[in-house]
Nanobody, 126 residues
Framework: VQLVESGGGLVQAGGSLRLACVASGFTFHDYAIVWFRQAPGKEREEVACISRMDGGTGYSDSVKGRFTITSDNAKNTVYLQMNSLKPTDTAVYYC????????????????????WGQGTQVTVSS
């Protein structure tokens, strides 16, 4: 099982980035995918997720209305479109996968997700 994130970088406040999480080694459409982020000195924070039963999504209050998670099953890829970025969005962003979250994915801690990518750095300057 492998998850590889990409798309991070340096952007000014108000700008946009699109992160990608490419999966391999498992049946992609059977696994829910989540994005977490971790800023220096802070705990890993759930950002957004997409379940598989009906494609339902969940978002943290801090990103709701600005971030959108989507899945392209043909490419085994989940995207996180991030708009109206703020300096407080600065963090390493990780994607994770777990088949147990097939029906509902939001509100689980980092310890509840089995497979993780290596992370991609997002830095938002003011």
């Amino acid at each position: 099982v492998q998850l590889v994130e990409s798309g991070g970088g340096l952007v000014q406040a108000g700008g946009s980035l699109r992160l990608a999480c490419v999966a391999s080694g498992f049946t992609f459409h059977d696994y829910a995918i989540v994005w977490f982020r971790q800023a220096p000195g802070k705990e890993r924070e759930e950002v957004a997720c997409i379940s598989r039963m009906d494609g339902g999504t969940g978002y943290s209050d801090s990103v709701k209305g600005r971030f959108t998670i989507t899945s392209d099953n043909a490419k085994n890829t989940v995207y996180l479109q991030m708009n109206s970025l703020k300096p407080t969005d600065t963090a390493v962003y990780y994607c994770a996968a777990d088949y147990r979250r097939y029906y509902y994915c939001y509100g689980y801690g980092a310890e509840d997700w089995d497979y993780w990518g290596q992370g991609t750095q997002v830095t938002v300057s003011s």
